[in-house]
């Protein structure tokens, strides 16, 4: 893919090759029938807590160091690499909300044996609410060119890694993650119909025909609301894509000028910190707070001031007074009358509200039940 000339006359064969590579990268991390190395799932560790963030990086970037500065758990340092074997969780306390952080191994030997840890690394980081992609900030620009030697490449390391980087990496510019607005429909006869309600630069319809044929498929509906990439499309038609925001934490920032900090931390989505001088830790836990999108709701049982210590937390998407009520209890629903509303989604103070009214962060609410 390297070597080919990127123009009209190409762009077919690249959309083949670029969705080639995307069953390669899924059959490296599906489960083998084999068994041995734990059927392709993540690490053995239960969810706790109200979100989950994963620390991701290459050997010796100072994920342990950084779990063990921001948890106070014990996860083994050490200057040599892989010192980490397994998966840690720890967990910190942060704005009454319980973020479970979760330290892994290195990434490059586990995705270097195709199997493994290198899949656990990345099953596990697929359950996380946020990652925080640790870097080293002595060597951020060699890092950042085998990234891209890493996608252009086609050994199974590489493909492992460019997996990761499509799942996990690839994220668009803006903070919030949405998965591409392409709509992708099969259907049983036709052929491939491709639409797009803007002017599109980077698919035709010989490229959308030779990626739909990579998978067999040859009777859909493609149509584009945006300037779409034959990666969206497959992206698309795989179907099993996550979206998780991630941060990168750029580490040992106290080996660096203050010239190049200055420029890593005008990059997008970067924080640099010192893990070990503990430098930048609550910015870093700013960030990730804002990349998880969490809100929190005070209860406020009757005749009393509310519980300020102890916030329900929801996900900013699911932020009903119905939400809240499943989170407190099962069976708050069915004694539901009405509930009161302090706070910013609130009119007045307070607001009588259903349980269809969406809370704001920092809402207080008092439930009124049927009696
Ligand atoms: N100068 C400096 N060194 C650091 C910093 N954070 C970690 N280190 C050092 O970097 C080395 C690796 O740290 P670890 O925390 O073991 O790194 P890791 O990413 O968990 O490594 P693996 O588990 O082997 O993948 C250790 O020698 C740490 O003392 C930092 O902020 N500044
Ligand atoms: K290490
Ligand atoms: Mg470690």
Known sequence: MARTQKNKATAHHLGLLKAKLAKLRREILAPTSK????????????KSGDSRVGLVGFPSVGKSTLLNKLTGTFSEVASYEFTTLTCIPGVIKYRGAKIQLLDLPGIIEGAKDGKGRGRQVISTARTCNCIIIVLDAIKPITHK????????GFGIRQACFAFLILFLFSLPKNVSVQPPNLTFRRKDKGGINFTSTVSNTLLDLETVKAIC???RIHNADVSLRYDATADDLIDVIEGNRMYIPCVYAVNKIDQVTLEELEILDKLPHYCP?????EWNLDGLLEKVWEYLDLVRVYTKPKAMSPDYEDPVILSAKKRTVEDFCLRIHKDMLKQFKYALVWGSSA???PQRVGKEHELDDEDVVQIIKKI
């Open 213 to 215: 044929g990579e998978y």
């Open 35 to 46: 068994g041995g190395g734990g059927a392709g799932e993540g690490f053995d560790v239960t």
């Open 347 to 349: 009119k007045h103070k």
């Open 145 to 152: 060119r085998l990234i891209e030697k890493e996608l252009e």
């Open 273 to 277: 910190v010192s893990a070990h001088l």
